[in-house]
């Protein structure tokens, strides 16, 4: 179960970034510099979580960002 959740995770993921022009690397590091990243990486933590049901935890990590940073942006959605 957890290895389809993380290959679902992983062709999400890979179709954003293509949509945004953006490369998966650049999702994953972290940084906050670039809106349109930020905005893919916020787009991604809520549908990670609530669609895919992957743990905050597991959704940062796939995101490069904190447990918190992942926990904020699903609350901002809802």
């Known amino acids: 179960m957890a290895d389809d959740q993380d290959r679902e995770a992983q062709a999400l993921m890979r ?3 293509r949509r945004a022009h953006i490369g998966l690397e650049g999702l994953r590091m972290g940084s906050r510099r670039r809106r349109r ?3 893919v990486r916020r787009g991604l933590g809520v549908t990670l979580v609530s669609r895919l049901s992957l743990s905050l935890a597991e959704a940062a990590r796939q995101l ?3 447990t918190a940073g992942s926990a904020q942006a699903v609350a901002r959605a809802e």
């Open 15 to 17: 179709r954003r970034c």
């Open 37 to 39: 990243i930020a905005a």
């Open 64 to 66: 490069g960002i904190s």
